[in-house]
């Protein structure tokens, strides 16, 4: 039977998802499910977090599959990206400059970017192009673990 050797610093997991309601919960439980196999379930708070705006913003503003991508190359670091079929990229994600303002107490969603933006050590995103055309979509991707948002 193969186990996984803790001493392995680097690890990838990619979990594929259906443009379904039940798919951000599924990719969450995923989550926890795979920080607990590698014994980091102290980043799973922030890492759920990240994992659910993106996860929520792929199904909300795309018409397609996504998925979901946990990848870390070191110890105590967790990359957090989601890849959907829409190669715009959100307002938030087009550069490090400040976001639009926080949306009103009574607004039911634009909070999303912000909270990433503030929980994560880092973030980004790339545009998959195939032969110069934007038909690839795009990877958002947040950071957690290292100093800095997450102490």
């Known amino acids: 039977m193969a186990t996984v050797s803790p001493s392995s610093p680097s690890w990838s997991y ?3 998802l259906p443009h379904d309601p039940r798919a951000p919960g599924i990719a969450r439980a995923t989550l926890r499910t795979v920080l607990a196999a590698h014994d980091l379930p102290h980043l799973t708070p922030t890492a759920e977090l990240l994992a659910s705006e993106l996860l929520t913003n792929a199904h ?3 018409k397609g599959p996504y998925a979901l991508r946990l990848l870390s190359n070191d110890p105590d670091h967790l990359r957090v990206a989601v890849w959907d079929t829409d190669p715009c990229i959100p ?4 550069e490090k ?3 639009a303002a926080v949306p009103p107490d009574d607004a039911e969603g ?3 970017l ?3 933006r503030a929980c994560a050590d880092s973030w980004g995103v790339s545009v ?3 032969l110069g ?3 690839g979509g795009k990877l958002l991707w947040a950071e957690c673990g290292r100093t800095g948002a997450n102490g």
């Open 14 to 16: 990619v979990l594929q």
């Open 133 to 135: 055309a934007a038909t």
């Open 91 to 94: 307002p938030g994600f087009r």
């Open 114 to 116: 912000h909270l990433v």
């Open 60 to 62: 909300l503003h795309t």
């Open 128 to 130: 998959l192009r195939e």
């Open 97 to 99: 400059g400040a976001l």
């Open 110 to 112: 634009g909070r999303g």
